[in-house]
């Protein structure tokens, strides 16, 4: 149990994704924000202040790391 | 090793800069706030490449590369998965909330959520970690610095004191964040020297992947960032992705007093949330600076005995007068930033949690102004005093740090509590932190009969926290409920949705507040 024995005999695919699943996760808590919390304190509302969209950018490269590696 | 004259000028160039910087900043330092908090005037981007930089010291310049140059690729997960989905976490809802709630350090937030004993004991703990921290980080520069430059080491240890303690102790957070930002530029310049000369010697990057792929069976997954939990490394998946990327990575990022305090002197509540975003964009770097070059080292370099050995070798075979200044400067960069980031948050800790807790609660502003310059310094005095027992102990950096992860998955644990569940008493989250604590030095000890690989830390942080959560949901259970009026503005929801409670919560500290 300790050892996390009930993994073991995953395939290398299964645990990519899993690992993959520990970055979409927080994107999708992102994603699911009111723009009002995300602009919150913003001084205007211009697109590149949109944390949704620096999430999304930083999972992407993330999840192409994870698959190229 | 010996620097040529460009090399000195650039080094000596760097240093008096860095030391003009931060005392410039001396002159917007009036109040406490403004010591600890950087009057809460901080733009995200200083933040976030000040998280970065506070993160790498000179122990992981060299420890990092000596890893990769180990075990690989698989070393570039602490800054990936290690970091990033927490930091994503943290910026969108820790932060947030530590910041309408308006508190200056972690102890204190537990402190208002549980009880005195609870604040103290994590002040204790935190206090004893970074004091004695301070020292051996500084006694393993001296001892880098003497290695690689010839000087004796007690006056490498001197030097960097009096460099760090000066912006310190005269700037105060705004000193060490603006000095970090200047850290960052520096460290990633020096290492994407040493990354673009490693790859053009080898004949890029498809050359070093065939050249070390070819070394043996032993090198067949250098390239993999998930490996099995049979393979014979201390960094399986299993152990990254539950004990690094679930709690010890949360726990750096939202628990870790030296973190959270930059996000909190966020001049706004967006750019303390974009701090930390930007901070985790910059992460995903570090691994091109720091890991990489172990690899290229492995394939320039092969046989190297001591992983450790790799980044002097790779400066002293590798870069042309005038690089090395600059790297050497990265190098005393990535030293000085996590000196003076440990050095602000424990000043801060024993001013706001120890000092006006228990001994001078009614002093003004000024006052302890005064008093927080004045811990700085004790404390960078007692950290160059200490420094040289180090020495009298091997091993002893290693062994504080298995010591701090004891307590990171217990502090997760009561803290996720305290802020999610309503039910968590004072009591429960006693237990939980102490029986955590406890839980994690009993798996330590029964580490060989338990763990199957050999360094189980990841594994250990895992348990200690699943445990911690357990004992405190059932202590809390047992005990009576916290009075409503108690938890008000100190459970999640409470602080995020209830702006009429915030306006009261920011009252009560500003009287609070002398």
């Not at chain 2, 050095?343 to 000024?366: H, Q, V």
């Not at chain 2, 409503?484 to 915030?502: F, N, S």
Request: charged content about 10%; aromatic content about 14%.
């Amino acid at each position: 149990m300790f050892n996390f024995d009930m993994f073991s005999d995953l395939s290398h695919g299964w645990s990519r994704f899993l690992v993959i699943i520990a970055f979409i996760i927080p994107l999708l808590f992102a994603l699911s924000q009111s723009k009002k919390y995300i602009y919150q304190g913003a001084a205007d509302m211009k697109p590149w202040r949109n944390l949704k969209l620096w999430v999304f950018v930083i999972v992407f490269i993330q999840v192409l790391i994870y698959i190229y590696f | 090793m010996t620097l040529t004259g460009i090399d000195t000028f650039l080094l000596l160039l760097y240093l008096g800069g860095i030391v003009l910087v931060g005392v410039y900043f001396k002159k917007y330092v009036h109040s406490t706030q403004d010591y600890f908090l950087a009057g809460k005037m901080l733009p995200f981007w200083a933040i976030g490449m000040s998280i970065v930089v506070s993160d790498i010291g000179a122990l992981d310049f060299v420890g990092l590369t000596g890893q990769a140059y180990r075990y690989g690729v698989v070393v570039g997960n602490f800054d990936w998965i290690g970091s990033v989905p927490a930091m994503i976490l943290a910026a969108l809802v820790f932060i947030p909330y530590y910041w309408r709630a308006g508190v200056y350090t972690i102890p204190e937030y537990l402190g208002r959520r549980y009880n005195l004993a609870v604040r103290t004991l994590h002040a204790a703990v935190w206090l004893i970690f970074i004091t004695f921290n301070l020292g051996i980080m500084l006694w393993a520069t001296g001892v880098m610095l003497s290695e690689l430059m010839g000087w004796p080491i007690m006056l490498a240890v001197i030097v960097t004191a009096v460099i760090v303690g000066l912006y310190t102790i005269t700037g105060g957070l705004s000193a060490v964040v603006m000095v970090d930002v200047v850290q960052l530029i520096i460290m990633f310049v020096g290492g994407l020297a040493i990354l673009i000369l490693g790859l053009w010697e080898l004949g890029g990057w498809g050359a070093m992947v065939e050249r070390i792929e070819s070394m043996g069976p032993q090198y067949a997954h250098h390239f993999d960032l998930i490996l099995s939990p049979q393979a014979n490394t201390p960094y399986p998946w299993t152990g990254i992705l539950f004990g690094l990327a679930l709690v010890l990575a949360p726990a750096y990022f939202i628990a870790n007093q030296t973190i959270v305090q930059r996000s909190l002197g966020a001049c706004d509540e967006w750019n303390a949330k974009a701090s930390v975003l930007w901070g985790a964009f910059l992460k995903m770097f570090i691994p091109l600076f720091f890991v990489f070059p172990g690899l290229i080292a492995l394939g320039l370099f092969p046989g190297i005995e001591d992983g450790d050995r790799a980044f002097p070798v790779l400066i002293k075979q590798l870069l042309p007068p005038g690089l090395t200044g600059l790297v050497f400067a990265a190098f005393f960069a990535a030293l000085m930033s996590s000196v003076d980031s440990a050095l602000n948050s424990a000043a801060t800790i024993w001013t706001k949690d120890i000092y006006e807790r228990f001994i001078n609660p009614r002093g003004d502003d000024r006052h302890m102004l005064v008093v927080g310059r004045l811990f700085t310094g004790l404390l960078l005095v007692f950290a160059v005093i200490t420094a040289p027992i180090s020495s009298l102990f091997p091993g002893i950096y290693v062994y504080i740090q298995t010591l701090l992860s004891f307590f990171q998955g217990p502090t997760l644990a009561i803290l996720l509590l305290g802020m999610f569940w309503r039910r968590t008493t004072q009591w429960g989250g006693l237990v939980g932190l102490l029986g955590g604590i406890l839980l994690s030095a009993l798996l330590y000890l029964l580490k060989g009969r338990l763990f199957t690989i050999d360094d189980p830390f990841l594994y250990i942080s895992w348990w200690s926290f699943l445990g911690s959560i357990l004992l405190a949901v059932l202590s809390s259970l047992l005990t009576p409920r916290e009075p409503l009026e108690k938890l008000r503005g100190l459970v999640y929801h409470m602080v995020l949705r209830d702006r009429e409670l915030q306006d009261v919560m920011r009252r009560n500290i500003e009287e609070e507040t002398p």
